[in-house]
């Protein structure tokens, strides 16, 4: 061990695994440091949050995803009322968007393995005409 790596840290400012190593909900690091970057600072109003906000993005981007009610989410998310809480506010103040936004590009495929859209004769795809 070198020292400058001291033990429980990575090498990456000290901060919890790589970039492309899983951290919460199975996504990686490095999405969550971007995505950190997106949310607005905690307000000085009222008493801290203890919410787990990792959580409450990936309950928002679940429910988007399977269309459930809010009252619906399953358990491992945190309430109903404070994931509602959290996607109205950011909903106002166009968090929502650049959180959705940056899901859809990590899901997104590279272009060369992108399903073609085109047939070669040049007939759409998935026509059923």
């Not at 109903?80 to 950011?90: A, E, L």
């Not at 106002?92 to 393995?113: F, H, V």
């Amino acid at each position: 061990m070198s020292s400058d790596s001291p033990e429980g840290q990575s090498k990456n400012d000290g901060r919890p695994g790589g970039d492309d190593e899983p951290g919460p909900w199975g996504r990686p690091w490095g999405w969550w440091r971007e995505i950190a970057t997106l949310l607005p600072p905690p307000t000085r109003r009222g008493r801290r949050a203890d919410t787990d906000l990792a959580a409450v993005v990936e309950a928002i981007l679940f429910k988007h995803a399977d269309d459930c009610p809010w009252r619906r989410l399953p358990e491992r998310f945190p309430p109903w009322q404070t994931v509602y809480s959290y996607h109205r506010r950011w909903l106002k103040d166009g968090t929502l968007r650049k959180i959705r936004e940056a899901a859809r590009q990590e899901n997104a495929s590279p272009p060369d393995e992108r399903p073609p859209t085109r047939d070669p004769v040049g007939n759409p795809v998935g026509d059923s005409r």
